[in-house]
């Protein structure tokens, strides 16, 4: 996948399909074409501003920010404690990247998409994102594409389920 002027990368079937159970919470999220409500989301960003947009962005479909955090190790402690649905994760954070935070969160629970939402256009970057069992990669500044990306990787996790 190639990133043109930062739209929407998505890696096909995503890296999130094996359910922990006979049916796994993205499974039980999906109503038909719609989404459920109680869709869990993990916010992780060292910018308080992004954060609340996100929050903010989120929340304007119902969805639940079950938890925040403010650089990757506290993002991967919020992790396992929360226990998401989905995680929105930002690349450059002090202490531990996203791309590390990521292969840390996805090696625990490979069932849970994450999404890298990021400023930062890196050469290879699509290819370690997949690698370290992100989702898609959208840009900050093509946030308009987060909510389908969203959408999009829970209803592909909930598809890989059946």
């Known amino acids: 996948?190639?990133?043109?002027?930062?739209?929407?990368?998505?890696?096909?079937?995503?890296?999130?399909?094996?359910?922990?159970s006979p049916l796994s919470r993205c499974a039980r999220l999906i109503t038909g074409a719609e989404m459920s409500s109680s869709l869990r989301i993990l916010i992780v960003d060292d910018s308080e501003v992004t954060r609340r947009i996100l929050g903010t962005i989120v929340r304007s479909r119902h969805w639940t920010v079950c938890g925040e955090a403010e650089d990757g190790w506290s993002g991967v402690k919020k992790f396992h404690e929360v226990k998401p649905d989905l995680v929105l994760l930002d690349l450059a954070m002090p202490d531990m990247d996203g791309i590390e935070a990521a292969r840390l969160m996805s090696g625990s629970d490979p069932t849970v998409p994450i999404i890298l939402f990021t400023i930062l256009d890196l050469e290879g970057l699509e290819t370690r994102a997949r690698n370290a069992g992100i989702c898609a990669v959208v840009s900050k500044a093509r946030g308009w594409n987060l909510l389908?990306?969203?959408?999009?990787?829970?209803?592909?996790?909930?598809?890989s389920i059946n």
């Open 1 to 20: 996948m190639v990133i043109e002027a930062w739209n929407v990368v998505s890696f096909g079937q995503m890296n999130c399909p094996t359910a922990r």
């Open 148 to 159: 389908k990306s969203i959408e999009t990787a829970v209803t592909q996790s909930y598809g």
